[in-house]
T-cell receptor, first 114, second 113 residues
Framework: SAVISQKPSRDICQRGTSLTIQCQVDSQVTMMFWYRQQPGQSLTLIATANQGSEATYESGFVIDKFPISRPNLTFSTLTVSNMSPEDSSIYLC???????????FGDGTRLSIL | GENVEQHPSTLSVQEGDSAVIKCTYSDSASNYFPWYKQELGKRPQLIIDIRSNVGEKKDQRIAVTLNKTAKHFSLHITETQPEDSAVYFCAASISSTGNQFYFGTGTSLTVIP
């Protein structure tokens, strides 16, 4: 399966600031996704990162808060904007090599906002 | 949209016993069902998956069964070991439309030595 590198692995940020998380894959993949996982909770899809076009956001998530870029088939970024303590969570990217294939996850970014 | 329910939320078993985790789904169009294991502080990792044209699939001590009529699927772990302790997530998706995975709420499995 694809090797997924996500960074930073963790960060502690001040309220009101923004953080950009990077996801790099070692091969071209059709689909890339961004998830949020609160402690002890399941995985919540934030958006699908579309190559060359705007991301597709799930209900409850908006582009102004979570802007996403995907300039090519191996790289995507998620920015968490104007952070508040409620944004403290683990953010994970995942990839699929094609329809009907499983998703594979990066190691995640553990984000704490003071 | 699809709704996936997972039970139990926590499960403790003695080492060597079997563990069973059950999931139900609502959308009859779902046809791909992966299971993920997430150890503390680690990424979710795919452990087994099943497609709707198959009723059962095994991989060593792990098996998954699917009942399309009842819209439920189960993960079976036999001869459990302490390293099986983790949170397990089921998911459902419609592979023809590609994208959305609908995850269950997770089961925290503890294997007691």
């Amino acid at each position: 399966s694809a090797v997924i590198s996500q960074k930073p692995s963790r960060d502690i940020c001040q309220r009101g600031t923004s953080l950009t998380i990077q996801c790099q894959v070692d091969s071209q993949v059709t689909m890339m996704f961004w998830y949020r996982q609160q402690p002890g909770q399941s995985l919540t899809l934030i958006a699908t990162a579309n190559q060359g076009s705007e991301a597709t956001y799930e209900s409850g998530f908006v582009i102004d808060k979570f802007p996403i870029s995907r300039p090519n088939l191996t790289f995507s970024t998620l920015t968490v904007s104007n952070m508040s303590p409620e944004d403290s969570s683990i953010y994970l990217c995942s990839v699929r090599t094609g329809a009907g294939q499983p998703q594979h996850f990066g190691d995640g970014t553990r984000l704490s906002i003071l | 949209g699809e709704n996936v329910e997972q039970h139990p939320s926590t499960l403790s078993v003695q080492e060597g016993d079997s563990a069973v985790i059950k999931c139900t789904y609502s959308d009859s169009a779902s046809n791909y069902f992966p299971w993920y294991k997430q150890e503390l502080g680690k990424r979710p990792q795919l452990i087994i998956d099943i497609r709707s044209n198959v009723g059962e699939k095994k991989d060593q001590r792990i098996a998954v069964t699917l009942n399309k009529t009842a819209k439920h699927f189960s993960l079976h772990i036999t001869e459990t070991q302490p390293e099986d302790s983790a949170v397990y997530f089921c998911a459902a998706s419609i592979s023809s439309t590609g994208n959305q995975f609908y995850f269950g709420t997770g089961t925290s499995l503890t294997v007691i030595p």
